[in-house]
């Protein structure tokens, strides 16, 4: 019994990474070269002087009018030399520094205060520690119809090793669910590492109202507000010149500790398809679990690595297609090494996020 149980799971886990597959590839790439829109770009930033210089001189790279769009620098109370590093740098563009004051933190105000000095018609958001490319804006630009309120961008996670490659396969399947499910109708994840939506939205929406008890999902809230309100108004730019690239974590605490910042905003989410998602996928891993446990001690038949690798030929099948767009590559070792450690990890990371605190810019939050 345990054993059709076990197997019937993969199936089903298989089955419906295939239907993802399926809905990524039918993600229309239309395109409005005709367009000529001015775009905000909102970098929020704390502690990121390391970083933020390049990302400022690859905008200044950026194929686009410069007289089209604006960068605004909201810093979150940086205890570094970021504001030297922005006030310091030679922008051919119009670059603004701005500061939170008060007593106001977080990335939600930082945002929110950009928002209310931006001037142009679509505001782009990106973070202090990713890269972009030369069509960014482009993209972006061309990706817009009159419908069109929201546009999720596409993420790549550079990897420099095994453990680097491990989490841009991880990432990588994000990226694809969450371009998957506004192709279905179902927009329920984004990353505010490269997002945009028109500025006259935001304040419609109410923004943040009701998720700054949270210090993290910026993104997502504000896209489910979105699809609420607009519904069938939210699209993926599917389109190379587009991705925004990011590092992953050096060590694993530092990435448990991202992955629980993450999970932090899941017991606020109220959407019926997101509650059902994090359900399945945690079913799905204990019954791998499960699976490797009766393998080992001969209650459960070989027939389970037949399914169990079905099961991986599905996700990197539907992986693979994603890091076309991304233009960035995994081994296929990369992809046993992840299937075989991921139910492990996923059962870790739930208790983790139950009982453990989290730090995110040298701040501590439960």
């Given amino acids: 019994m345990i054993e059709w149980v076990v197997i019937g799971v993969a199936v089903m886990h298989s089955l419906i990474f295939l239907f993802l597959y399926l809905a990524f590839r039918r993600i229309e790439t239309k395109t409005y070269p005709e367009n000529k829109l001015t775009f905000s770009i909102l970098i929020p930033v704390r502690n990121e002087q390391e970083n933020i210089g390049n ?31 922005v006030q310091s740098f030679k922008a051919g563009y119009d670059l603004r520094y701005v500061e939170l004051e008060g007593d106001k933190k977080g990335k939600k105000p930082a945002l929110e205060l950009g928002v209310s000095k931006a001037n142009n018609e679509i505001i782009l958001t990106t973070d202090g ?18 419908s069109t309120k929201l546009v999720v961008g596409p993420v790549r996670m550079e990897s420099k090793n095994l453990f680097g ?22 927009p329920s994840m984004s990353n505010g590492a490269n997002m945009a939506y028109r500025r006259e939205i935001f304040s419609k929406v109410n923004g943040y109202e009701g998720n700054h008890q949270v210090p993290t999902g910026d993104d997502e809230f504000l896209l489910l507000k979105v699809a609420e309100h607009y519904p069938g108004s939210i699209s993926f730019v599917k ?24 999970l932090s905003k899941w017991t606020l989410h109220k959407n019926a398809s997101i509650i059902i998602s994090v359900l399945l996928i945690l079913i799905d891993n204990l019954a ?24 991986m030929v599905a996700k ?9 767009l991304l233009e960035s590559s995994n081994h296929i070792f990369s992809y046993v090494m992840y299937e075989l450690i991921y139910p492990f990890y996923v059962l870790l990371l739930s208790f983790a996020s139950i009982f453990g605190n989290y730090t995110w810019k040298g701040r501590k939050y439960r």
């Fill in 239 to 262: 389109q190379s010149g587009a991705v925004v690239s990011t590092d992953p974590k050096d060590s694993f605490a530092e990435f448990i500790n991202q992955r629980k910042r993450w």
């Fill in 55 to 85: 990302l400022l001189a690859d905008i200044n790279k950026l194929d686009y009018p410069t007289d089209m769009f604006e960068l605004i620098v909201v810093d979150d109370n940086s205890e570094d030399k970021t504001s030297d590093v």
């Fill in 288 to 311: 791998m679990i499960v699976g490797w446990i009766g393998l080992i001690n001969g209650f459960i038949s070989f027939w389970f690595l037949l399914f169990f690798a079905f099961r």
């Fill in 129 to 146: 520690d990713c890269r972009v490319q030369p069509n960014w804006l482009k993209s972006f630009n061309e990706s817009y119809d009159d």
């Fill in 316 to 324: 990197a099948l539907f992986s693979s297609q994603v890091n076309s």
């Fill in 165 to 186: 490659a491990l989490q841009s396969v991880d990432f990588s399947i994000l990226i694809g669910y969450a371009a998957s499910l506004v192709r279905l109708g179902k």
